[in-house]
């Protein structure tokens, strides 16, 4: 069946049916019944590639090392794909470390991130090796007891709170425009510089520590890459003042976390003010420009030795979010007129809902009818956002274009939709 439209690399509709890859999304809805979360190999291992090949063509000094957020999709079929491209993996809490290394994630390829670890977590980490990323002072002597225990060596990072008070940019996570240092600011994780300074000559002098290097993490706060320069300025400019600090130590590793949006990156599109944001997502060739270039400069203005260094980042959504789609059917259709709290919206109750995954927010993804019987001119975009845990969502109604739209009173029951997200960093913030 010819293409008619192309979505992206693997979505297409093709006479008025929703195709991934080559598998028509009705056919397999039919099949296997809903929810069904359907992904693409071709997809996934596509943009493992990219991120590597991207990132290793710019930085040059030392090794790369991509760790895929598991958060963002913690299915393990598709970590032993990633683990078969040489995908690190970013973990939180014990869970995900024994899917991780269920997935076949080499342990030096590991970071055991996440604010509170707790003595059963940091044992099982530093018995398989994995580098674990230090969030406060506590948890560097819980580390050391267990390498004593265990008679091994702990490889940690700490997880630091540069000062971003120069971002302010506003930020794609509230409503009002709050600056991104701000946000930054609001943000838990991290140890204080107070005590990472005294933290870093404490492990110094513990022969169980090996701190390899440093980890700093801001998310997603927009779509755009002007935010980079800044972040990576106040992260090299932290660096200096550790280094001088601890008698000249230099990290062997940096680790710049994530917020790389994804192509079809839907979020904010729920907040009156980014509706009609337009412009594209940049390529992830010019994030891997503006990435390695802010930080070869930066450490460079800092007078840092950067050959060797491996560099590391924790992409989430960006991995996951484009390689496919969430296939739902729509039982329930409810209209409360009062009080009227938004023009147009209608609860949905589909079979279940992206909300399953735990503490998730959708941020207004597109939802497409996955067989199309006919449209009036100029209808509009579906939207959702949940409404509550239980698995109903809200729809409203948005004049944004797309290649396949529907009027909400046109939705009959039941209907087949497909939610083109397949990570839960397109679903929420962070």
Request: hydrophobic share 35%; charged share 25%.
């Amino acid at each position: 069946m010819a293409v008619q439209t192309r979505l992206d690399e693997c979505l297409s509709i093709r006479d008025g049916r929703l195709f991934i890859e080559e598998c028509d999304a009705d056919a397999l809805a039919r099949r296997f019944g809903t929810p069904i979360y359907v992904i693409s190999e071709d997809q996934l291992r596509r943009n493992a590639r990219r991120y590597r090949q991207e990132f290793e063509q710019r930085w040059t000094e030392g090794p790369v090392l991509v760790l895929a957020s598991i958060k963002a999709n913690f299915a393990l079929a598709t970590r032993w794909i990633l683990s078969q491209e040489g995908i690190g993996c970013d973990t939180f809490g014990a869970g995900e470390l024994h899917a991780a290394l269920e997935g076949a994630v080499p342990p030096d390829r590991i970071s055991v991130n996440g604010s509170i670890k707790d003595a059963g977590l940091i044992d099982a980490a530093v018995r398989a090796g994995a580098r674990i990323t230090l969030d406060s002072s506590a948890e560097l002597d819980r580390v050391r007891d267990a390498a004593q225990q265990l008679g091994r060596r702990a490889a940690v990072r700490f997880r630091l709170r540069p000062d971003f008070s120069a971002l302010t940019q506003p930020t794609d996570w509230y409503e009002d425009e709050t600056s991104i240092g701000e946000a930054a600011y609001l943000y838990k994780a991290g140890i204080p510089t107070d005590d990472a300074l005294e933290l870093g000559r404490r492990a110094q002098r513990m022969p169980e520590i090996d701190l390899t290097g440093v980890h700093a993490h801001i998310g997603r706060h927009t779509n755009g890459t002007a935010q980079w320069p800044a972040i990576i300025a106040a992260y090299v400019a932290l660096l200096a003042t550790l280094r001088d600090a601890w008698n000249g130590w230099t990290p062997r590793e940096l680790n710049l976390g994530g917020g790389y949006p994804v192509p079809r990156d839907p979020f904010g599109r729920g907040m009156a003010r980014l509706q009609d944001r337009t412009g594209a997502v940049p390529d992830l060739s010019v994030y891997a420009e503006v990435v390695t270039g802010s930080l070869r400069q930066a450490m460079q203005a800092h007078g840092f030795d950067r050959q060797g260094v491996r560099l590391e980042i924790e992409p989430g959504r960006g991995i996951y979010g484009n390689a496919g789609i969430h296939l739902a059917t729509i039982r329930n259709i409810k209209v409360q007129r009062t009080p009227e709290l938004t023009v147009g919206l209608r609860p949905i109750r589909p079979t279940c809902s992206c909300l399953t995954l735990s503490g998730s927010t959708i941020a207004g993804p597109r939802l497409w009818p996955i067989k199309r019987t006919g449209r009036p001119p100029g209808s509009p975009t579906l939207w959702a956002r949940p409404a509550s845990r239980t698995g109903s969502s809200r729809m409203r109604s948005s004049p944004r274009s797309s290649p396949v739209t529907r009027s909400p009173s046109s939705i009959r029951v039941p209907t087949r939709m497909a939610w083109p997200v397949t990570s839960t960093r397109c679903l929420g913030r962070g």
